[in-house]
Nanobody, 118 residues
Framework: QVQLVESGGGLVQTGGSLRLSCAAS????????MGWFRQAPGKEREVVAT????????HYANSVKGRFTISRDKAKNTVYLQMNSLKPEDTAVYYC???????????WGQGTQVTVSS
């Protein structure tokens, strides 16, 4: 089992920045990749960014490229999402997830609300 705890959400104005953190515990040695997902009201959950735990290879949704940066600190078992130039359409609950195999996200955090005011 892998446990994930997110932090760092909040309310920010358009153009502002936030940094989300996700601390992993438990069987962290089994993690293949971690990712950030989001779900806005009335919409399906979508991937925001992912990073492989070993090599640090990243992937971003087109909507956040150039604005968001995913990174990880292996010593702290923590993954981060730096969000800059935030837009109202970025408003959502953001979830951290961990995968033990490619694209198989089995473990999820509780979610953290990000609200961008116009």
């Amino acid at each position: 089992q892998v446990q994930l705890v997110e932090s760092g959400g909040g309310l920010v104005q358009t153009g502002g920045s936030l940094r989300l953190s996700c601390a992993a515990s438990g069987r962290t040695y089994s993690i293949y990749s971690m990712g950030w997902f989001r779900q806005a009201p009335g919409k399906e959950r979508e991937v925001v960014a992912t990073i492989t735990w070993s090599g640090g290879r990243t992937h971003y949704a087109n909507s956040v490229k150039g604005r968001f940066t995913i990174s990880r600190d292996k010593a702290k078992n923590t993954v981060y999402l730096q969000m800059n130039s935030l837009k109202p359409e970025d408003t959502a609950v953001y979830y951290c997830a961990a995968a033990q195999a490619p694209s198989t996200y089995d473990y999820w955090g509780q979610g953290t609300q990000v609200t961008v005011s116009s």
